[in-house]
Structures are given as C-alpha cells and as structure tokens.
C-alpha cells in the first residue's frame, strides 16, 4: 500500500500549507478508494485526503470500511482532524484499522478508539 501512496501523494494539490496527503480506503470487500488533500485560496473550500477517499468510496455505493491507509510527506505522522473524524464516525465501526504513515517511512496502526483520541493541529503544519 506503501508504494500506492507514494505515487498517488504526487496528485495533492497543496499550495498553501505546503503538506501533501494521500489515502486509501479499503471496504469490507477488499475495494480501494483514493483521494489527496485539494487546498484552496478559500480555505473553508480545501478538502483532506481523507474525507476525498471516504466521498470517492460513498459516491460509488460503499457504505463498509475495514482500513484506512494515509500518508503525509511531513517529517512526523499526522492524524486525521477533527472534520475527517467526523465523517469516519459516519461510515466507519469499530473494527476499522487506521494505517497512518509519512513518506520517509514512519508508520503506526491505530484502532478506531484509538485514532478518535488524536488531534491535527497548527503544530503539523510546521
């Protein structure tokens, strides 16, 4: 999934906070589904990988997740925020495995408990 990642993180579109994301989501069934981090000048307009990957997965009928794979290129891992948990609330259950990794090959799996105990914030973008 790793070498995915790698290659779909070159499609973020990143000009503002300069953090490239990308990610997969995996249904119960064994399908992916991929988004990256799209910014925008308007920042309430900017879309996280995380919730393009949901969105792409849900537009196509999918409805069960088993894992969700994200990698970022900055220097330490980074958590879904707070908007990302919230659609991971919506379609996500408790069994779900959260794979969250950086580009230099840092990487940590987390359960949904544990995943919904993390905080994304200005400190990430440094």
């Keep these: ?3 995915k990642l790698t290659e779909l993180i070159k499609n973020s579109y990143a000009p503002y906070s300069g953090v490239h994301f990308a990610c997969i989501v995996e249904t119960k069934e064994g399908k992916l589904y991929e988004g990256v981090n799209i910014e925008n000048a308007s920042y309430g307009g900017t879309i996280c990988a995380e919730r393009n990957a ?3 997965a849900v537009s196509n009928g ?4 088993a894992s969700l794979y994200l990698m970022t290129d900055a220097n330490h891992l980074c958590m879904p925020c707070h908007i990302c948990k919230q659609s991971i609330l919506e379609f996500f259950d408790s069994s779900t495995l959260f794979n969250i990794m950086n ?3 840092e990487s940590k799996i987390y359960t949904f408990k544990e995943i ?3 905080t994304f914030s200005k400190e990430d973008l440094k």
């Design 1 to 3: 999934m790793k070498e």
């Design 54 to 56: 949901i969105n792409n």
């Design 62 to 65: 999918e409805r069960e997740f």
């Design 103 to 105: 580009i230099n090959g």
């Design 116 to 118: 919904m105990n993390t």
